[in-house]
Each structure stands twice: as C-alpha cells, then as structure tokens.
C-alpha cells in the first residue's frame, strides 16, 4: 500500500477541487459528505500504510517527480514515510475526519458552507505535504500552505474587519518565522549540497557538537517553528486566531498545523542535539511560554480564548520536551494533546452552539444537566489535559517531565507550576461554564445533533485511552511509543543521554506522584473558588488587581508590537513616500530636467543671428585651443 | 527563420491596421494577428526543443555595413522572452475590447508595434540590432500613453521618455566604445563583442553606462520615480506592456550585455548594484503598504519584485540566474493579472482607490477567486510560479552573500503586509457605495484570467520545461564571467 501514498494527499485534494468547482452548485451538506468521505478514505489508507509501517519497521521513499531539477540542484516531489511520517498521517486523517463530520453539524446553515469545507480539505491536503515531504522544500510547501488554509479560515467571516485582521497577523508573523525557516534551508543547501532529510542527516555526523554552522541553521530552523508554533515572541496570533470557525480552532489551531514546529524540530532530531545551545534556547523558550501563557490563561474570560492561551501553553511544554532531548515525550503530547484539545475544542464548540454563538464564560453557567453530552466529554478532556492518571495527558506529561528532571531540576520545578496551571485554568473553566450559579436565570441550551457529540464521544474515548501507548517501564508498561519511534529518535536520545543522570525508579515515581497530589489539591482550589464561593471573573469595565490586570491583558504583547513594528512600519510608508520619494528623489530628478531646461534657454540667447559675433566666437576659440595645445 | 516571419508579420499587421479605416473589426484583426504571432512563436519554440543544443538564427545578407548584422538568434532566453511577449500580447489586446477608445486602429497598430520592437529586441544578435529595437519600443509605448493617457499624460510621457532615452545614449556610448575594440573588422555582432577583453578600469565605465540604462528600465533604486506616474497615467493596457514586458528589456540587457562584458566590474561593484536593488525592494515594498491609489500600487509591488530579479541577476550565480529567468517570466504574468484585476474593479466602479472599494467577495465571489490567486503568485505562496523563481533567486543571493539574502528576504514579509492588506480593504469587509452593483466576471474576463492561472501553476507545480530551456543559457553566461558555477 505504501506506493499508494500519494492518494493520502491527493484525495482532499480532488475533495478541494470538486467542492471549489462546484461551490454554488452544491445544495445541503453534500460538500460536507464529500469533504469528509475524501478525509476518511485517506485515513484509511493511512491506517493500513501505519500499520504495514508498524509491522515492518521498514520506511520507504516514494518519488512522484522531479520539481526543481537543473546543474546541481534537484528537488524531488517525493513523500518519506516513516515512523515519525505515520504517526502525523493518523493524527491529522483521524482527528480531521471527526472535525470534518462534527462540522458539518457545526456550520450547517451558515452560507459559505462549501467554502468551508473546500478550505478545510485543502488545509489537510497542505497538512499532509508538510509531513509527509521527504524534503525541507516540499515541507516548507505544506508548510505556508497550512499558513495560507489558517489565514482563509480565520478570516472566514470576512464582512468583519476584525477577523480579517486576526487572519492578516496570523500570516504575517507565520512569514516572519518562515523567513528564519527560508534561510535555514539556504545555508542546508549551502553546506549539506541537498535538502533531502535522508541525505543531510546522513552527512550531519560530519560535524562535530556545538559546530557554529550547525547552531545558526537549527536556530534558523527554530524561528520557524516559534512562528508556526505560536511562541514567544510570535504566539500573538495564536489567540487572534479563535476569529474562526470553532472546528478550525479544533483542527489547524489546536490539533494539527501548530504541532508543525514540533514535527520539524522533532524531524530534524539528528541537526538539532548537535548544537546544546540551540536545545537550550529551545527549551527556554517553551518553557517560558508555557508559563506565561498558562498565566494569561488563568485571567481570559472568553471560553475560546482560555483553550487558546492553554493551546500556547502546551505547545511550550512540548519545545521543553524538544529541548531537553525527550524527542518521544514530545511526540506523544503532540499526540494526546491533539486529542483532548481537538476534544476541548469542539466541546466548547457544542457549547457556543447550545448558546447560539455566546463565548463569554461570564454570561454560562449551569450547563452541566442541558447538555450532558458536551459536558461529560469536556470533564474527559479536562481531566486528560490536567493530568491526572489514568488518562492519556498523565503520561504524556509525565514522560516530559521525566525528560525536563534529567535535563535541569529547575525545569521540572517549572514545568510542574505550569501545568498546576493548566489544572487550574482548565477547571477554572469547567466550573464557571458548567455548574450552576443561583443567581442567574436559566439559560436555553440544546444539546448538539448526533453529528456532532458522536465525534466528540470518539475524542473522549481517545483522549482516555491514548495513554496506554505510553505506559511507562515502571508501572510494567512496553513504552509502545518509545520503541515505535525509536528508529527515528535513537541515536539522538544517546548523545543527549551522555550528559543526563540516570534517575532510578523510586525517585522517577515520586517524580510522578508529586505533582498529581498537587493537581487534586488545585482541582480542590478551583473548585472553592468558582463553585462555593461562586466568584466570576470581574466584568470588563470593572477595575481589576494588578497582577490580574497585566495577565488579563496578555501582557500588553499586542500594544508593544504595535508600538515597536506596526506603527514605525506605517510611519515609514508615509515618510518614505511624502518626504523621500517626492521630496528629494522625484525633485532632484526633476530638477536635472530643469537644469537641462536653463541651460537650453539660457544658451538660445547666443544665437543672435549676427555674423560678426559668430566669427569672433570662432577666432576665439581657434586662439584658445592654439593656447591650450602649446602649454599642454 | 521563424523569428524572422514573426518580426515581419508583426510588423505587416501593424502598416495593415493603421491603414484601414476604422471599424469594428480593427480589434478583431489586432488579436487574430497577435495570436498568430503567438502561434508562430510555439513554433520556434518546438523547433527550438528539437535542436537543441539550441540556437536558432536568421541571418539574410542584406545589411553588411560597418559590421552591422540583421542577424537574429534564438536562445533560451531569447525564447522565453518572446513566448512572454507573444503570450501577454493577446491578452492585452482582448483585455481591452470592453473599452471605448478613441482612433482604435492607431491604438491597436502601436500594440503590434510594439510587439514587434520586443520580440526585435529579444532575437536580436547584433547589438545595434538590438539597441534599435530597443529604442524603437519606446515610440509606440510613447504615443500609447501620451494619446489615450489620463491626467497629466503627456508631462508624465515625456519625462519617462527623456528619462529613459538618457539612460539609452548613455548605453550607446558603451556600445561604440566597446565596438571600437572589437578584435580584426570590428563588428556589432555578439559573438565579437563578448571576445573584446576589457581592462579593470574600461569594464567600470562600461558597467556604470549600461547599469543606468537598464536601471532606469527596469527600474532600480533610485532610478525609480518615473514609474509610478507612468503607470498610474497610462492606460491599463500600456501598464502592462510596460511592467509585463518592457522592463525585462532592462533585465535581459544586464544578463546579455553587463554579466559576459564586465566581469571585473561585476565583482567590484556587483554588490553596491545589490545592495541598490535590495533597498529599492525594502523602500518600494514599505511605500506600497500605504498607496491608496491602487494603479500606483501595483507599480511599487511591482518595482519589489523586480528589484529582487535584479539582484539576482547581479549575484550572478547558476541559482540566481536561472531563478532571474524564471522570475522575468513569471512576474510578468503576474503583473498582467494584476493589471486586469485592477481593469475588472475600475470597469465596474469607475473607481481605482483602495479604500473606497470594499466587500467585492461577497458580491463577486468568483472574482474573488481569481483575484486571490493571482495575489498568492505575487506572494510566492509554494506552488506558484513566483516560488520557484524567487526561492531560486534568493538562494543564489545567499550563496552570493548573506547577509543581503537576510535583507532581501524581507520582500517575503512585506510582500504579504502589503498585498493582504490591499485585499483584505478590496474584497473583504462590507460592502461600499462604490461596489454595490459589482457584478461577477464575465465570460470574456474568465478566458483571459484562466491562462493566467495555468501559467501561474504550471510554472509553480511542474517548471522543468523552463528550467530546462533556460538552463544552457545560464551555463552559458556563466562560463563567459568566469564566476565559477556552484
């Protein structure tokens, strides 16, 4: 099946094309149904390729043509599936085959319908590329091409200048990082003679560790994934970005485009533990967004924009894993989290649905006996995401934590207050949406058609289970992730390892148990808060503490980019235009025409038309070039 | 051969339609002539393929005085500029049948005209061949604008006609100077004046004469300031003569003439003529952010992209160059579409300000459509043509130095500031007075816009044709500046 990979690909493709070929043709949910038969099919595919890949533990190449071919250089449309390739094919086929059928409940009756799903497809058609390209340049085309799918579908409503501002910023700081992506790719040219991933790790053992060229291409690499991950300092967008349609949130923002920094630094595993520096900075930065993020998190009072701040967050915790070396850790959040956050999503989605498009944590409440559906699967992925065993967020925080403890205890100890955080926030959240407060009225809430709460059951069910792909060796557990991956990840865990100190199995389960005694007593904490003491977040124009101020007002990112980029930018368009354009370039131009002019009108005047001047200019002349030939 | 029918035949339709009277037809006749035009340039380029290693010329003894040769050969270059011009120039002829001009046969006979001049000076080689050709281009273009031009268009004309023809008699200059040390009869012929070998010092003039000739062409930073105008006065038809083909004038003389005769010169100044370029790129693009007027617009977006060609060109490296000549291509049919989306607003609106239109996706979705695409090949999305054309270009920048492909690659951001923002203020949002009765595109507007597309895709998904016929010419000129190939 493996040769047939390119239908993985191909088929929201043509799904693309046929819904855009026909987008005023098509009546009803048609180009639902064929945008989602299009992603089932090639999750089907996929299956049995992960599953022959599984088996096997063979990879493969396939070269469908040569795309840039001249002298030396050759660029090949060609996939590289592998372990890693497989993993990303499951997610982004699965999770975007429940998202496609749970949208079609979703934006029923909303009149760009099959706009929509054209939009969607295409998205998972780019999504595909960039994971399965067996080339920096063919990922780099799934991977602005993802940037593109973001920036329609949040900017989806476009009569509303807001969105397509969101959409707008969400491109642009995805270029500023793929411009750092570009250059990466530049100088692996430069120097490796090829972009085929095969190829460059292959020669990568070349250079030794801590090589300068090595740390300035991963950085480079790096920049690229900050801009598509959402970190610090180009996460901004991110929360913007909840502008779209609920299940885009779910799919591109949550579950699968943003993980893409994540696959590609994971990808590139052999460059990166070359350079302890970049790892580092790596790892800084994710955790530092984690926490910050987690903090604003805390403080947001729109229920998408808490999912989003928590998205940012977790996708910090997993540059952690990144940096500290444990590539496996990383994998297997990337994969629960797009579970329970692809679940979180579309629960809150079935939420605004039920209040007919509220999002303001502030006007819910009480929801938990209307929709019992919604809620049971939003506990499942509050629960998932805050760590708390059995379910699948436990050990896949735990492996990262477990990494980040071998690394540096000051990121364990960081990493933990992060995801306390998350337990907070996320419980913060279910409390204040679900539970009942007395002093409000009843809100009508109707629970979601089957279409949509069946993929959430689906996503409950995963974001429970998943873990078990990852039980780890002390509880008796194989690590089925770990072995699957190791091909891929092996020999780069052994160069980190050398540093590492081996922890023992007594203390990797205190390691563990710590922070789940801490998670109960902060579900507690939330839970006297938001539902004894029935508090709510202070209404907009009531004036806040401080500390909450700053985090609610996402630490003024927003404001100081305006002030250092956005303003200077449009202050220079003007200033370049007004002053230098038609000040000095244009007049000086003008002013040699005119000189031109002058000198023309000026020497007219020598034509006086008298014979007997003419000849004394010409006997003058003949004496001073007499003169100038005799004295030089 | 061919090249020769096709120059003659131009030039036949173009007396033909200035002699007949003027009629309804005379546009009919136009595209039929310039689409035979085109039909006989697939057949230079089919027969160009099927001799390969490629060269095609036209040699007829009929001008042998003081060395001077009609002759005309066909290299890759030379082929994928003139299947640019005869592509575009149908197009441009039909993009006009809605309008109402005035003396239609004088307007269409100087569109065949100018055709004639481009392929001349795409073909031509001989250089006071091509210089001729060169000029003569500027005529027809000339009176296009002066005479169906809108405010101002006879002051603007005339401005970028001395602007350009200084920037032309500076070049001849460099021409006879180097025709004067042509080796044994001297001879205008390529081929002897790329055996003339320069000293240091003679290549610098050389190069500085030819560099503000093409730069005022093309143009480059600051060589600039009489674009703008031109374009925003000119009727939309010269616009894209103009950016479309006209300029790649400039960028196919500073491959053909500056890269083989000044290779000195080009590693002495090669890098301040980058430098220029990239801040033209960097200035144009934050000027473009804020144009309202959108004409005016496009012809920074437009003096962006090419500034990146020119760099490229300078950089003089295998990727740059071939990414140069793709470029040229794809750029020009990028600017085209853009020019006729502008066309499409300003017929239905009356109306060309940015900020006056608003909301055309929701009455126009299917404009919207076309228009979106051809702004992802302006952006250089991957898989359109532009990608592969600017990853090329900045790629051999970067082998060239850099530090200028940092800078360079700035166009990739601002690109994106200033056309999203163009289209979200256009398309997007609700809508206005001035786009209340915006109806969808009609069939002949289709028929334009889809070559349009396929081209941009064509060139973004599958470019081997192109990379493959551009590819001799670079390995060509490369071995001629002795820059060794990477």
Not at chain 1, 558 to 575: G, H, M, R
Not at chain 2, 205 to 233: E, R
Not at chain 2, 249 to 258: A, D, E, T
Not at chain 2, 358 to 377: D, E, N, Q, R, T
Request: aromatic share 16%.
């Amino acid at each position: 099946m493996i040769e047939y990979i390119w239908l993985v690909p191909l088929l929201p493709l043509i799904g693309f094309l046929l819904i855009a070929f026909n987008f005023k043709r098509f009546q009803g949910s048609v180009s639902g149904i064929i945008a989602s038969s299009a992603i089932f099919v090639s999750f089907i595919i996929s299956l049995i390729v992960f599953i022959e890949i599984y088996s096997s533990k063979q990879t493969a190449t396939v070269q469908l043509f040569h795309w840039i071919k001249f002298n030396k250089i050759d660029i090949s449309f060609s996939f590289l599936i592998d372990q890693l390739s497989t993993l990303m094919l499951m997610i982004i086929t699965g999770v975007g085959f429940l998202i496609h059928v749970y949208s079609i409940g979703y934006m029923k009756g909303d009149s760009g319908f099959n706009r929509f799903f054209s939009y969607m497809n295409l998205f998972v058609f780019f999504m595909l590329l960039l994971v399965l390209g067996s080339n920096y340049l063919i990922m780099f085309i799934g991977w602005e091409g993802v940037g593109l799918c973001s920036y329609l579908l949040i900017g989806f409503w476009f009569k509303k200048h807001e969105n397509n501002n969101a959409a707008k910023k969400a491109f642009i700081m995805n270029r500023i990082g793929d411009l750092g992506f570009l250059l990466g790719i530049f100088m692996l040219y430069y120097y490796f003679g090829t972009l085929n991933f095969n190829g460059i790790f292959f020669q990568a053992h070349m250079f030794t560790i801590g090589n300068p060229t090595i740390t300035i291409i991963t950085l480079l690499l790096f920049v690229g994934a900050i801009g598509k991950s959402a970190q610090i300092p180009l996460f901004t967008w991110l929360p913007d970005a909840m502008a779209g349609p609920t299940p885009v949130s779910a799919l591109i923002h949550a579950a699968t485009m943003v993980t893409a920094g994540i696959y590609m630094i994971a990808r590139s595993n052999v460059l990166f533990v070359l350079s302890p520096i970049t790892l580092l900075i790596i790892a800084i930065v994710g955790i530092t967004t984690a926490l910050l993020a987690g903090g604003i998190a805390i403080f947001q009072t729109d229920i998408k924009k808490v999912l989003a701040y928590s998205t940012v967050s977790q996708l910090g915790f997993m540059f952690l894993a990144l940096g500290v070396g444990a590539f496996t850790g990383a994998m297997f959040h990337l994969t629960t989290h797009a579970f329970f956050k692809a679940l979180l999503f579309l629960a809150a989605g079935s939420v605004i649905h039920a209040l007919n498009g509220e999002q303001d944590i502030r006007k819910m409440g009480g929801l938990k006996n209307k929709i019992p559906i919604t809620f049971f699967t939003f506990l499942i992925g509050t629960i998932a995401i805050s760590g708390i065993p059995p379910f699948s967020g436990f050990f896949s925080k735990d492996m990262i934590l477990i990494g980040a403890f071998e690394a540096n205890s000051i990121f364990w100890i960081i990493a933990v207050i992060v995801s306390l955080m998350t337990t907070f926030y996320m419980f913060r959240l279910l409390y204040i949406v679900f539970w009942k407060r007395s002093n409000k009225e009843d809100l009508h809430a109707h629970e979601s058609p089957k279409n949509m709460t069946i993929p959430l059951m689906i996503l409950a069910v995963l974001s429970v289970l998943a873990g078990a792909f990852g039980i780890p060796l002390v509880f008796g557990g194989n690590d089925i992730i770990g072995n699957f991956l190791s091909p891929i990840f092996t020999e780069s865990t052994n160069i980190i390892k050398i540093n590492a100190h081996e922890i023992s199995h007594n203390t990797e389960l205190l390691l563990m148990f710590i922070p789940v005694i801490f998670v109960f007593v902060v579900v507690y904490l939330a839970y006297y808060v938001y539902v004894k003491q029935k508090k709510l977040p202070e209404a907009d124009n009531q004036k806040r503490p401080f500390f909450s101020n700053i985090f609610f007002k996402k630490l003024y990112f927003d404001e100081i980019y305006n002030a250092l980029f956005v303003k200077p930018a449009l202050w220079l368009s003007d200033f370049l235009h007004n002053i230098i354009e038609l000040k000095v370039i244009d007049r000086m131009v003008n002013q040699a025409g005119n000189l031109v002019v002058w000198t023309g009108k000026t020497i007219r005047y020598i034509q006086t038309g008298n014979v007997g001047f003419y000849l004394f200019a010409m006997v003058i002349s003949i004496i001073l070039i007499l003169i100038f030939k005799l004295f030089i | 051969m061919l090249t020769g029918i096709l120059i003659i035949f131009l030039f036949i339709v173009s007396l033909l339609l200035f002699a007949l009277p003027n009629s309804k037809h005379i546009k009919t006749i136009a595209l039929l002539g310039s689409l035979a035009a085109f039909g006989i340039s697939i057949a230079m380029l089919f027969q160009f393929l099927n001799d390969c290693p490629c060269v095609l010329t036209f040699n007829p003894d009929i001008l042998q005085v003081l060395g001077i040769n009609f002759k005309l050969s066909i290299d890759g270059l030379s082929i994928l500029l003139i299947l640019l011009t005869t592509f575009l120039t149908p197009l441009i002829i039909f993009s006009s049948f809605e309008n109402k001009r005035e003396k239609p046969r004088a307007f269409y006979a100087l569109i065949l005209l100018m055709e004639m001049s481009l392929v001349g000076v795409f073909a031509a080689s001989d250089v006071l061949l091509f210089y001729i050709f060169y000029e003569l281009a500027l005529i027809p273009i000339y009176f296009i604008i002066a005479l169906w031009g809108g405010k101002d268009a006879k002051k603007i004309t005339l401005k970028f006609f001395i602007y350009t023809l200084i920037g032309s008699l500076l070049m001849l200059v460099a021409i006879l100077y180097v025709y004067s040390l042509t080796p044994g009869v001297h001879s205008f012929a390529f081929n002897s004046f790329y055996n003339v070998i320069l000293t240091g010092k003679a290549q610098s003039w050389v190069f500085l004469a030819f560099f503000i000739a093409f730069a005022i062409k093309i143009p480059i930073f600051p060589f600039h300031t009489w674009q703008p105008d031109t374009y925003s006065t000119a009727p939309t038809q010269g616009s894209m003569l103009l950016a479309g083909i006209m300029l790649k004038m400039g960028l196919y003389g500073l491959i053909r003439f500056v890269l083989p005769l000044c290779p000195v010169a080009m590693k002495d100044w090669g890098f301040y003529a980058i430098l220029l370029s990239i801040i033209g790129i960097i200035y144009s693009s934050l000027i473009a952010i804020k144009q309202n007027e959108m004409k005016r617009f496009i012809a920074y977006s437009s003096m962006a992209h090419v500034g990146l060609i020119a760099a490229g060109i300078f950089a003089g490296t295998f990727n740059s160059l071939e990414g140069s000549i793709i470029q040229m291509i794809s750029h020009g049919i990028n600017v085209f579409g853009l020019f006729f989306i502008y066309e499409i607003i300003v017929r239905r609106t009356n109306n060309g300000n940015i900020s006056s239109l608003g909301g055309i996706a929701s009455k126009a979705p299917i404009f919207a459509i076309f228009f979106m695409l051809i702004l992802l090949g302006n952006i250089a999305l991957p898989l359109t043509n532009s990608f592969v054309g600017e990853f090329l270009l900045m790629l051999g920048i970067f082998e060239y130095n850099a530090y200028l492909a940092f800078f360079a690659g700035f166009t990739i951001i601002l690109g994106a500031v200033y056309m999203l923002w163009m289209y979200q203020r256009v398309a997007y949002g609700e809508v206005k007075p001035a786009t209340e009765n915006f109806h969808d595109l009609t069939k002949q507007e289709i028929i334009i816009l889809i070559p349009i597309i396929i081209m941009i895709f064509w060139i973004g998904i599958y470019p081997s044709l192109f990379l493959k016929i551009a590819e001799p010419v670079v390995r060509n000129i490369i071995s001629m500046t002795n820059i060794i190939p990477n």
